[in-house]
């Protein structure tokens, strides 16, 4: 098998690397990496650090395992690989790591990346049937969409078990002999579940916002003799404080107010709150440009717009929806997304005109 750098590397841990000279992975069954736990808190604040965050794929060890110990199959993102270590402290188990491109388990099993085709090629590659004397493997619940089990069981000659959805029910599991009960099969999405998630849209966006900031900064300074620094600063500065406002309500508050808020469409959530919160900046905005109702509109339909994007980005985040439905809602969101910015765009050219004297 040729191997490539995401086989034989961790790039966030170095002393990870499993790898004979000559750059083929090393198969030998190894210790779990050690928590990393302020990679843990980095992987929630960059999207850029959480890609490759990784733990090279292969056969790992928690305690001393024998062969008649279980094995669990989970994905190479080390946040996942670091929740299973801390759960399962004191435990003698076989850790067997797909090469899910440093996606989690349900991403992964979605994507393909935690798919049929690895585990077989992972059980093969690692020579697990050598390892361990029985044939039962144990995979996540959230990765059977992409596991066809009799596959693996022609394959390989690995019988294939699902255990709980969270890593904390494993060792509960582990000791009932296998035996989930109806809480371990339950799917949730607690208030606490959704709030660690929506640093990894807000950090996102914000960053994206600069782009839009600097473009309203530009349009608001034009003059007749140019572009001037002081009407740009003292006319942006309210319009900025909106657009923040925006992506607060799109990325933050709309996740955490996910179950209260009506409709199934994450676009149509994010725009009732957006309208609702954006409303009084309709009015401030009007008072701030004596009284252009065309301006305020512009930056009411663009802001709710920007606070309904933000929230149907949290689709990917959640545990509810599927790639058919996202794919429905965008067919019918991005059409409107599109127009609200056209309209926009209109009426703040009006605005402009009107405040150069030319309309």
């Given at each position: 098998m040729?191997?490539?750098p995401?086989?034989?590397?961790d790039p966030a841990?170095n ?11 090393d198969?030998t069954p190894k210790p779990?990496?050690p928590l990393?736990r302020?990679g843990?808190?980095?992987?929630r604040?960059?999207n850029k650090?959480?890609m490759?965050?990784v ?6 060890t928690i ?5 008649e110990s279980?094995?669990?199959v989970t994905a190479n ?5 670091n929740?299973?270590r801390?759960?399962l402290e004191?435990?003698n ?6 090469d899910?491109?440093g996606?989690?388990?349900?991403c992964?099993?979605?994507k393909?990346?935690?798919g ?6 992972r059980?093969t590659?690692s020579?697990?049937d050598?390892?361990?004397k029985h ?5 996540p619940?959230?990765?059977?969409p ?14 294939v078990i699902?255990?709980p959805?969270q890593a904390r029910d494993?060792k509960?599991y582990l000791?009932g002999g296998n ?9 949730t999405f ?7 998630l ?6 996102p ?10 473009g309203?900064?530009?349009?608001m300074?034009?003059?007749r003799?140019?572009i001037l ?5 003292f006319h942006?500065?309210p ?7 925006a992506i ?8 955490i107010l996910?179950?209260?808020i009506p ?8 725009a009732?709150?957006?309208a609702?919160l954006l ?8 008072r701030?440009?004596c ?6 509109t512009a930056v009411f ?5 920007l ?5 149907l980005n949290f689709t990917?985040c959640t545990?509810?929806t599927?790639i058919?439905g ?6 019918i969101?991005?059409p409107?997304?599109l127009?609200?910015c056209g309209?926009s765009?209109i009426?703040?050219?009006i605005?402009?005109?009107q405040?150069?004297g030319?309309?």
């Open positions: 040729t191997s490539s995401s086989d034989c590397c841990d002393s990870n690397c499993g790898c004979c000279c000559d750059g083929v992975p198969q779990l990496p990393n302020r843990d808190v980095l992987c604040l960059s650090f959480r490759n965050y733990v090279a794929p292969g056969l790992y305690g001393n395992p024998a062969q279980p094995v669990l993102y080390r946040l996942t690989c929740h299973l801390k759960e004191g435990g188990i076989w850790i067997l790591v797909l899910t491109k996606i989690n388990v349900w992964a099993a979605g393909g990346s935690f049929t085709k690895e585990l077989i090629n059980i590659v020579g697990l050598s390892v361990v044939r039962t493997i144990i995979l619940q959230l990765g059977a992409g596991v066809a089990a009799h596959q693996v069981k022609k394959a390989t000659g690995f019988s699902y255990g959805v494993i509960v000791a035996t989930a009960t109806e809480a371990m099969r339950t799917v607690t208030f606490k579940e959704r709030l660690v929506t640093f990894m849209e807000l950090l966006a914000l960053k994206k916002y600069l782009w839009i900031l600097l309203i900064v530009v349009v300074g034009i003059q003799t140019g620094y002081k009407p740009s600063i942006s500065w319009i900025v404080v909106v657009g923040f406002w607060i309500i799109g990325t933050f508050l709309a996740p996910l179950p209260v409709f199934r469409s994450f676009a149509l959530k994010g009732l709150l957006g609702v409303a009084p900046f309709f009015y401030l905005i009007n701030a440009f009284g252009s109702i065309i301006l305020a339909v663009f802001f709710t717009t606070s309904s994007y933000c929230a990917g545990p509810f599927n058919s996202v794919k429905k809602e965008m067919r969101a991005v409107s997304y127009s609200a309209i765009a009426l703040l050219v605005f402009k005109l405040e150069l030319i309309l």
